[in-house]
């Protein structure tokens, strides 16, 4: 999955439903194929979470189609750097990663009125995120 010429991210919280849902989004949105991008959970979801569907179609990201995709050693191996979404997952750890941890509410059982300020200070993490690892020429 990773080359030395695109940098990979993974996204990880326990159901992949909400908030690695709506990053990989945002990085795929705003970094195009400048960065490779994968998302999963420990324990995923049957589905990704209504309200963050419709929080993330609200600024013109459509993620209806995704699935929740299960953690696997394989995924962490391949990605340059893991986010864990501040929900105590247990990720696997491996030299020459970086590991960055984002505390931020869980949208589980939520509105969209409770999501949107979720979704946009994970907007605004991934903006500097792709500043700092891939930064338009």
Same mark, same amino acid.
């Given at each position: 999955?990773?080359?030395?010429?695109?940098?990979?991210?993974?996204?990880?919280? %326990?159901?992949?439903?909400?908030?690695?849902?709506?990053?990989?989004?945002? @990085?795929?949105? @705003?970094?195009?194929?400048?960065?490779?991008?994968?998302?999963?959970?420990?324990?995923?979801?049957?589905?990704?979470?209504?309200?963050?569907?419709?929080?993330?179609?609200?600024?013109?990201?459509?993620?209806?189609?995704?699935?929740?995709?299960?953690?696997?050693?394989?995924? %962490?191996?391949?990605?340059?750097?893991?986010?864990?979404? $501040?929900?105590?997952?247990?990720?696997?750890?491996?030299?020459?990663?970086?590991?960055?941890?984002? #505390? @931020?509410?869980?949208?589980? $059982?939520? $509105?969209?009125?409770? %999501?949107?300020?979720?979704?946009? #200070?994970?907007?605004?993490?991934?903006?500097?995120?792709?500043?700092?690892?891939?930064?338009?020429?």
């Amino acid at each position: 999955m990773s080359d030395t010429a695109t940098p990979s991210v993974l996204f990880v919280c %326990v159901h992949n439903a909400g908030r690695s849902q709506m990053a990989a989004a945002f @990085l795929t949105h @705003l970094a195009g194929d400048r960065v490779q991008v994968c998302s999963a959970g420990s324990a995923p979801a049957d589905t990704v979470n209504q309200a963050v569907v419709e929080a993330m179609a609200e600024v013109g990201i459509d993620i209806a189609a995704e699935v929740p995709k299960v953690l696997t050693v394989e995924a %962490v191996q391949a990605s340059d750097v893991v986010i864990t979404m $501040g929900c105590g997952d247990t990720c696997p750890v491996f030299p020459g990663k970086r590991y960055l941890d984002w #505390e @931020l509410p869980d949208p589980a $059982g939520r $509105g969209v009125e409770a %999501v949107r300020p979720i979704r946009d #200070e994970i907007e605004k993490r991934i903006r500097g995120l792709v500043d700092d690892i891939a930064p338009v020429d």
